[in-house]
């Protein structure tokens, strides 16, 4: 069965400026991956606080202001592009790529010392079945949708990334994805592509570099090893059972280990700035949550490929319009149309980003969205009197929106996928594509009734 979820994410600021245009050329292919005041002068009157630990420039909310000042190898930002690009006196070259960049089995390439442009020009993705290895350079993606280019780690292949950087250079979301008998190393790598670990999977960072990844529920003999990263945020999806979790507190250096949620696997995060933590929820799945005053955010997946129609209902999931989170002392959402359930125990729940696909009619009620999407294959998805960041329906998805808030963007993708809006509103782009349409109705009332 299909499992579904969305990858996020979403990190506050960090996405990349569009850069200048430069012709397409070739990388490099190796054979190797590899002054005390005078007496008079009045003494303050406030001592002067002691040097700062060099940690303390990694903590806190914005997770990349310790970047982007005057060192013209580091990103800067661009307010207008809302991202980042590179400062105009960075010596390096520029290389442009597209999404028909691929590495062959065997085939080991080198970007050393360069700005390298992604700049795709439709939706596919960038394959890597031998070994790209990154040193001292930065990426940039210059995408016009989001995820529209994943750089995808095929069965073999291998990613190195040593002092380098990647970020967006506008404001879509960039992933990453690592798959089975993948082999992925960082050594002092920034950036904020989110990442996906599927199957087994070699995963190592270290000295300062940025871990933003969703573990699958399919993961298994997998190794995971991170040492002294700036920024740690997982999204965890277990596989089918009941399990019941407890977070380490956010926003702190921590070890923190995971040996039980995917078959004869081990994640090993050693003095590490731990930032989010998510849980996500499939079928047959039975979540709790205790003891996580901190607050956590929930991804739910609701899928069913047989035919057959169920109902499914979400009711409060957070506070609209609150990203702070709702205290839940002791409770309980239940989706029998899926066997699955969440409980909350004296823990704080942030937002939530359900998505679904398959023979289902999903309603949400009064919630805190970070993101939802309908992957369509005849699944309805209606949202009431909530707050959202990102709606999309894609393969046919039919999605109504009524008497809620959208801050980011409404994206449809595909012929004969729609999304209606009843008393929308908020600062929102509309993305359409490939057939794909947005409706604003002039009363309230399922459409496709």
């Known amino acids: 069965m299909k499992k579904l979820v969305r990858l996020i994410f979403i990190c ?58 005057n060192n013209k190898f580091e990103p800067v930002w661009n307010a207008s592009a809302k991202g980042f690009t590179h400062h105009s006196d960075d010596p390096r070259e520029i290389i442009t790529i ?28 960038i394959e890597i079945f031998g070994t790209l290895t990154i040193k001292d350079s930065y990426l940039i993606w210059e995408q016009t949708e989001y995820q529209q280019t994943r750089l995808r780690v095929k069965r073999g292949g291998s990613l190195i990334i040593t002092d380098s950087f990647s970020f967006q ?29 599927r199957g087994s999977v070699n995963y ?56 039980d949620l995917w078959p004869d696997t081990a994640i090993e995060v050693t003095d590490s700035y731990i930032y989010e933590r998510d849980i996500s929820i499939g079928n047959n799945t039975h979540i709790t949550i205790q003891d996580v005053p901190s607050g956590f955010s929930l991804g739910w997946s609701v899928n069913k490929d047989s035919p057959g129609y169920v109902n499914c209902e979400l009711k409060n999931l957070g506070e609209p319009g609150n990203n702070k989170g709702v205290f839940y002392e002791d409770t309980t959402w239940d989706l029998p149309c899926n ?95 490939d057939g794909g349409t947005y409706i604003e109705l002039d009363k309230a009332g399922l459409p496709w009734e």
């Not at 529920?217 to 965890?236: G, P, Q």
């Open 12 to 69: 506050l600021i960090m996405v990349l400026a569009s850069c200048q245009a430069s012709p397409i050329t070739q990388p490099t292919v190796t054979n190797s991956p590899d002054t005390p005041s005078p007496s008079s002068t009045p003494k303050p009157t406030i001592t002067p606080s002691p040097t700062p630990d060099p940690l303390a420039k990694y903590e806190g909310e914005c997770v990349f202001c310790f970047i982007g000042g």
């Open 98 to 125: 597209d999404e028909n960049f691929r590495i062959k089995a065997g085939e080991q390439i080198t970007f050393e010392n360069k700005i390298v442009l992604i700049k795709p020009t439709r939706r596919k993705d």
């Open 169 to 197: 250079s506008n404001q879509y979301w960039v992933n990453w994805e690592f798959e089975d008998g993948s082999t992925i190393q960082y050594d002092h790598f920034v950036g904020d592509p989110w990442t996906s670990i």
């Open 204 to 259: 190592t960072a270290i000295n300062y570099s940025t871990v933003k990844i969703t573990f699958f529920d399919d993961v298994h003999d997998s190794t995971v090893k991170i040492l002294n990263a700036h920024h740690v945020w997982f999204e965890l999806y277990p596989g089918e059972g009941t399990r019941s979790l407890t977070f380490p507190a956010k926003r702190q250096w921590a070890d923190w280990n995971i040996n």
């Open 339 to 433: 066997n699955s359930s969440l409980t909350v125990r004296n823990s704080l729940l942030q937002t939530a980003w359900p998505v679904t696909s398959g023979y289902i009619h999903l309603k949400i009620f009064n919630s805190n969205l970070a993101d939802t999407r309908n992957y369509g294959s005849h699944a309805t998805m209606e949202i009431y009197n909530s707050s959202i960041g990102i709606v999309a329906a894609y393969n046919g998805g039919l999605v109504y929106v009524e008497n809620s808030t959208i801050k980011d963007a409404i994206e449809i993708k595909d012929p004969h996928s729609f999304i209606y809006g009843y008393g929308v509103t908020g600062g929102f782009e509309t993305l359409e594509s």
